[in-house]
């Protein structure tokens, strides 16, 4: 059974950077395409990227200039690093994989509560 | 960026009724990237729906899906009581991937 669990500071100072790790069980992470989403209550969900254990990653273009995903093979893990956060970043942050086969989300982790403090 | 817009905000329906709801993208989709979510409080959104039409595994045949192009449709037959929650279309026709800002599905 596949299983995603999102890790990481639930509070970040305004202007610093947020760090979030999806760890993945159940299956090898060197296959899929791993996604990172954040839901608001104002905007509500927002895809914010992919990364791919070949190196590949797609951002957001509202995020790509703060935006940095990757994969760790060794570690069955993938990361979200956003710099120079503000309010606005305050988000549930999920992760999680894409179906190739479905075009759709098919398996999340249950999010992550992230709160950007001044 | 396709924007997805669905209708009705809400939808007030008792058990045993059927819902109907709506997804019109700003411009046309393959309806092979158009999927249906269902989001309960305090859980990740679990997809219904994929390839505008097709049930995800486990998912009763009391959720269907339709439509092409911009307008597409999901219907749940006869409401139970655990389908009373928020609904969301996404699609990944070309970046960004975006969702639709959801319908709410509540008891009348």
Redesign the interface.
Known sequence: QVHLQESGPGLVKSSETLSLTCTVSGVSISSHYWNWIRQTPGK????IGFSHYTGRT?Y???LKSRLTLSVDTSRNQFSLRLTSVTAADTAVY?C?RW?ST?????C????TLVTVSS | EIVLTQSPGTLSLSPGERATLFCRASQSVSSSDLAWYQQKPGQAPKVLIYGASNRATGIPDRFSGSGSGTDFTLTISRLEPEDFTVYYCQHYNNSPLTFGGGTKVEIK
């Open positions: 509500g969900l927002e895809w797609m957001n273009p509202s999920f999680a179906s479905w075009r759709s989300f098919d999340w982790g249950q999010g």
